[in-house]
């Protein structure tokens, strides 16, 4: 069984907007063209995809310019077609716009459309729920709100888990006011997933310096994911809540050899900083409860698994967005020579239903 651990759906905005509760219907977020002809979503007053980050030689192509054209983007049974053309059994779907739920600056108007959000992807999922299963947008802003959605969500809608960006309102991911959202996921049994979102105006390594997609995209993804391992491995996240199981999502997987090592070595020379830590990277990564994707062609993926452990490194398509190698995601995976059959299995579906957990597996049934 071939499972896709990370995709995601481009919102129909009417659809959205329909799940808006009052008063807050009218301030759904809208389609519009800027200046230069690409179609944009305005919400709050902002542009997104962030148009401060420049596009060069840009050809408008309907829909390209918010993440592919795929028909199945937004059209569930499309989807179900393109899934069979790359040979993907069942999909782990996350928002697009929904990554940027944390940017929000109302609160309050952030709750209101992580649930209408949840309500949607749960609706578009439902049409195939042995194939296609969702995961929830959470409003960081408010993290007593955050728990109560994590929860309505995976209990009350069949979400596998919930969606959070590398750090917080300024916090990073090992800060005690996160500490509920992590206890509730854990006694759920349902994972956090850490996402970052470009062109989502969260704030990332890179941004600040760089204004066009391909450097902010190039640098965003990983050293946010970088910053996100370190506060979860190194401030006792994992002590604190023995059950909770974390996925590092769509940064690809060479990153964590490399840092991994990194973090062993300042554990060796500078634990006594971080009295938080009860052991080394090392041991806890051998716990199994961090997770990462791989890019179905990178070349570092025996390394990741070697660094993370065989259980811990999962397939994920990206589809439909713009990077996704949909449709020969799975085909670039079955074509490898460096790994064997065996870690194949374990990339493409094994370790992802160890992620997901339960839930999946009765979706999948």
């Excluded at 728990?147 to 300024?170: D, K, Q, Y």
Aim: hydrophobic share 40%; proline share 6%.
């Amino acid at each position: 069984m071939v499972i896709d651990s990370d995709a995601h759906i481009n919102e129909s905005l009417d659809a959205l907007a329909e799940r808006l509760d009052e008063p807050y219907r009218s301030r759904a977020p809208k389609l519009v063209e800027d200046t230069l002809g690409l179609t944009r979503i305005l919400m709050e007053g902002r542009l997104y995809p962030d148009p401060r980050l420049r596009q060069r030689h840009t050809r408008k192509v309907q829909g390209k310019d918010l993440g592919g054209t795929h028909r199945g983007a937004a059209n569930p049974r499309a989807r179900l077609d393109d899934l069979d053309t790359d040979g993907i059994d069942v999909q782990v779907v996350y928002g697009s716009l929904g990554l940027a739920v944390s940017t929000i600056r109302d609160a309050e108007f952030a709750v209101a459309l992580a649930r209408a959000l949840n309500d949607y992807y749960a609706e578009f999922c439902a049409t195939a729920p042995n194939r296609l299963a969702p995961m929830a947008a959470l409003p960081a802003q408010d993290l007593s709100a955050s728990v109560e959605e994590l929860r309505r969500a995976v209990v009350e809608l069949g979400h596998l888990g919930g969606t959070v960006p590398p750090s917080i309102a300024g916090k990073e991911l090992d800060d005690a006011a996160l500490a509920p959202l992590f206890a509730e996921a854990a006694r759920l049994d349902a994972p956090i997933s850490v996402h970052w979102g470009n062109g989502s105006h969260l704030p990332a390594a890179g941004t600040e310096r760089f204004d066009t997609h391909f450097m902010v995209h190039a640098i965003g993804h990983p050293f946010e994911q970088m910053i996100a391992m370190a506060a979860i491995l190194c401030g006792g996240v994992l002590d604190d809540h023995p059950k909770l199981r974390v996925g590092f999502l769509e940064a690809g997987c060479g990153w964590v050899p490399y840092w991994v090592e990194r973090l062993e070595e300042h554990y060796e020379r500078r634990s006594a900083e971080m009295p938080r830590m009860s052991r080394s990277p090392e041991e806890y990564l051998a716990q199994g409860r961090c997770f990462v994707t791989a890019e179905p062609d990178e070349r570092l993926v025996p390394e990741a698994i070697e660094a993370m452990g065989e259980t811990s490194v999962m397939y994920a398509s990206d589809y439909p967005h713009s990077d996704s190698k949909f449709p020969y995601s799975v085909k670039a995976v079955r074509e490898r020579d460096d790994i064997d059959e065996e870690t194949k299995e374990r990339l493409l579906g094994t370790n992802a239903l160890r992620y997901y957990g339960p839930r999946l597996e009765q979706r999948i049934g």
